[in-house]
């Protein structure tokens, strides 16, 4: 297989081995996600769907294979190069990791403004659509920490969307809220999913959402993908056994 991404996909993994010691955490992996889509990725605690999106983020390295994103390599790559096709890339964590000492407009235009040169005025302009589109227009002031737990969060995804990233990565973003925070986020994410044409993939246990939102979704077992599929395929009517287990375990 040709290792040059077509015009159409965004992400492309190419044969990636990563290892942790003696664990072989993804094993020849290939995969390919097409711009504008929604793609999740499901399966087993271990599988290896969270290493996937912290390669993405060059948080971690492969140890073998190709990583493209947008026609250029995030691996094998030099720093100059990682660093510009990074810049395609947001991510969304489990935790919202905002700035505590910045209120919430800054924790949004701080990286526009560093990373990208913006305008304090624009960022701020922009930073206040963004945070109207999750619903917390009237919170730009506050602290994080006189936000709840969901607040945060959209906070986190706002801020992610201020880079204007081609791609979005969310990280079982609702797994470290309180049960009754967590639809008012998956909302927000629903609107960001219907109205922009940002592509996105998503690790999450959430299947209903996954369900809603998902163009494709993959089946990961053992760090390789066993079964694709659009969702109303793999949640209906699953090929593979270990996939007809998991979701009989999660459903
Ligand atoms: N930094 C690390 N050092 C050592 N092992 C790691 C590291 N990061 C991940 N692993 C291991 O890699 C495997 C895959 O982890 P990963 O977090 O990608 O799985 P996952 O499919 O996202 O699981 P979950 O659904 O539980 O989040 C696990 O066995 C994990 O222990």
């Known amino acids: 297989m040709s290792a040059d991404p077509t015009p159409h996909e965004l992400i492309r993994f190419d044969n990636v081995t990563k290892r942790f010691g003696d664990n072989t955490v993804l094993d ?9 889509k929604h793609v999740t990725l499901i399966g087993p605690s271990g ?4 290493t996937i999106l912290r390669l993405l983020m060059t948080l971690v390295k492969p140890d073998e294979g190709v990583i493209s994103v947008n026609g250029g390599r995030l691996f094998p790559a030099d720093e100059k190069e990682v660093r510009e096709v990074r810049k395609n890339i ?4 489990q935790q919202f990791n905002l700035f505590p000492h910045m209120n919430v407009l800054r924790n949004v235009t701080e990286a526009p403004v560093r990373v990208l040169g913006m305008s304090k005025d624009e960022a701020a302009e922009r930073a206040k659509g963004l945070l109207d589109l999750v619903g917390l227009g009237d919170k730009q002031d506050m602290r994080p920490t006189q936000l709840s737990g969901g607040q945060q969060q959209r906070v986190a995804i706002a ?3 201020a880079m204007r990233p081609q791609v979005l990565l969310l990280d ?4 470290a809220l309180d049960p009754e925070l967590v639809a008012g986020v998956l909302d927000v994410l629903r609107d960001i999913a219907r109205t922009t044409d940002i592509t996105m993939l998503c690790v999450t246990h959430e299947m209903n959402f996954a369900r809603d939102i998902s163009d494709d979704v993959l ?5 390789r993908v066993i079964e694709s599929g659009s969702p109303e395929k793999i949640f209906s009517d699953p090929e593979h056994e270990r996939t007809r287990e998991f979701l009989g375990a999660v459903l």
């Open 28 to 36: 020849n992996l290939c995969f390919s996600v097409e711009t504008g």
């Open 90 to 93: 947001g991510m969304v964590f």
């Open 172 to 175: 079982e973003v609702t797994s």
């Open 159 to 161: 801020r992610a969307l």
């Open 219 to 223: 089946m990961f077992d053992a760090g």
């Open 47 to 50: 599988s290896g769907k969270t």
